[in-house]
């Protein structure tokens, strides 16, 4: 990548990062857990930028990475409790 390709990026990450983090943590309940996997979402993202084929679906692109992110994380951690509005669902 270009220096003006990780200034795009690099504001790409600021535009999206709060609602990055607040869709992990919908599923994992725990701040600290949704901000890594925020970061391995951007991470996973600034690897495969150059697959991106349409720039108008990057929205989308990025929440399917972060969804990948956080099905990963739910399948190394089998034991994990998922919590869902007022329910609370084990693995």
Excluded: P
């Excluded at 697959?51 to 990963?72: E, G, N, P, Q």
């Amino acid at each position: 990548m270009t220096e003006r390709q990780l200034r795009t990026f690099e504001s790409i990450v600021q535009e999206y990062q709060t609602s990055i983090v607040n869709f992990h943590y919908r599923f994992v309940g725990d701040r600290y857990e949704a901000e890594n996997l925020a970061q391995d979402t951007f991470i996973k993202a600034y690897l495969k930028f150059k697959t991106l084929k349409d720039k108008k679906k990057f929205k989308s692109w990025l929440f399917v990475i972060a969804r990948h992110v956080v099905i990963d994380f739910f399948r190394k951690n089998k034991n994990r409790e998922i919590a869902l509005g007022s329910e609370l669902i084990e693995n």
